[in-house]
């Protein structure tokens, strides 16, 4: 999935001069709960990391900590940063050398906003779009993304269904996790909010909070109302492998598949939901993964094993849901996208960027990621 084409980009020798970080808030438009974390009520709070090179280039990358999914926190991404940049100034690295020595940070969203930011700055040296770095002969098509309907009382669902109904939006991502008959409740109200807009599909995303009974439950109710939604995503605890074979086999009938969220961080996780056949198919988040590398590598196992791929993020900012982007153009063929949280965000403090025309998304023009940052962002080094 790395290209072979491009190695000698990805292995070429980068002096880091400086590296600094600056701490984001950006006010969400909507209270964001899910089953793990309802912590997102107002805002969010990441962290932006940039990375200058020796020939004065500069690179960002952006960290989303999710305390109730990864156990991070704005303080505690900003701290492990930190932490390693002494090792990364006025040092030579390649994207693998670097990958390799960010592993001994404690956090995956920090690996990911260093990393990201580098793979910027390299791509901005060599002149190409991140896309190309990653895969070279990468096809342009438009891709399209859903739209997430948070863990709020069916009346709000419903009419944050109508309002991106409205906007385009043909795809919802609900959350689930207030018990069969809430849940249950709630994807009726958005159903019967947008039926005026024809035919649509949807997943349900349980961010493990549901049992193995309760969730084969769930969808043979809906099933009942034919609307098995398309995808089950994490439906019970991460660690419950044999949880999740159950749930994929009571299910299967209804046409709705399983995915891995929680459940798969690393390459080696993947290997063993792929043994295991416990899941048909993985969501790729470079904040899980601890950067694009990794993400390569899982989506590299998922298409030996012929397991279907999608593409999230943890409420990302334009910098971090634009390199996304640019992971889903090089790796192709993406079952699912959900790219949608910058839609969600009132406030925006960068240029560039992906483009929403919903439901579409449009890469940026130029090189590297093609994200630039508000001027009045604070560094510190």
């Not at 899982?298 to 971090?320: D, F, K, P, W, Y």
């Amino acid at each position: 999935m790395i290209s072979n084409i491009f190695q000698p980009v990805l292995q070429s020798l980068v002096k880091i001069d400086a590296v600094a970080v600056a701490p984001i808030r950006a006010t969400l438009t909507n209270p964001f709960p899910i089953a793990s974390d309802a912590s997102k009520v107002d805002r969010i709070d990441n962290v932006i990391v940039r990375i200058k090179t020796a020939e004065g280039i500069l690179g960002y990358g952006e960290a989303a900590p999710y305390y109730g999914i990864s156990g991070d926190l704005q303080q505690s991404v900003l701290a492990d940063v930190h932490t390693i940049v002494p090792e990364l100034r006025w040092t030579y690295f390649d994207a693998f050398t670097l990958e390799t020595m960010l592993r001994r940070m404690r956090f995956s969203s920090s690996r990911a906003a260093v990393e990201m930011a580098f793979l910027d700055a390299l791509s901005k040296r060599a002149q190409v779009p991140l896309t190309q770095v990653l895969h070279p002969a990468a096809h342009q098509a438009v891709l399209s993304t859903d739209i997430t309907i948070p863990l709020l009382p069916k009346e709000i669902g419903a009419r944050l269904a109508h309002q991106y109904a409205q906007d385009g939006f043909r795809r919802w991502k609900i959350k689930v996790g207030n018990g069969v008959v809430i849940d249950f409740d709630r994807i009726i109200a958005v159903a019967e909010a947008t039926h005026s807009i024809g035919a649509f599909t949807y997943l349900v995303d349980a961010n493990e909070g549901y049992s193995v009974r309760d969730a084969i439950e769930l969808i043979r109710r809906l099933a009942e109302q034919h609307l098995a939604p398309q995808i089950f995503e994490q439906p019970v605890r991460r660690e419950d492998v044999a949880g999740l074979k159950k749930v994929r086999s009571g299910i299967r009938e209804f046409g709705t598949a399983v995915f891995a969220d929680e459940a798969v961080y690393t390459a080696a996780d993947a290997e063993r939901l792929a043994a295991e056949n416990a899941v048909d198919g993985f969501n790729l988040k470079i904040m899980k993964h601890g950067g694009l590398l990794e993400a390569l590598r899982i989506a590299a196992i998922a298409r030996r094993n012929s397991l279907n791929l999608m593409i999230g993020g943890m409420v990302e900012t334009r910098l971090a849901m634009t390199a996304s982007l640019h992971l889903a153009h090089a790796i192709g063929n993406i079952s699912w996208l959900d790219l949608d949280t910058p839609y969600l965000l009132s406030e925006d403090s960068f240029s560039g960027g992906l483009r929403y025309q919903p439901p579409s998304l449009y890469l940026p023009s130029g090189h590297g990621i093609g994200v630039g940052v508000n001027p009045n962002l604070i560094f510190e080094n």
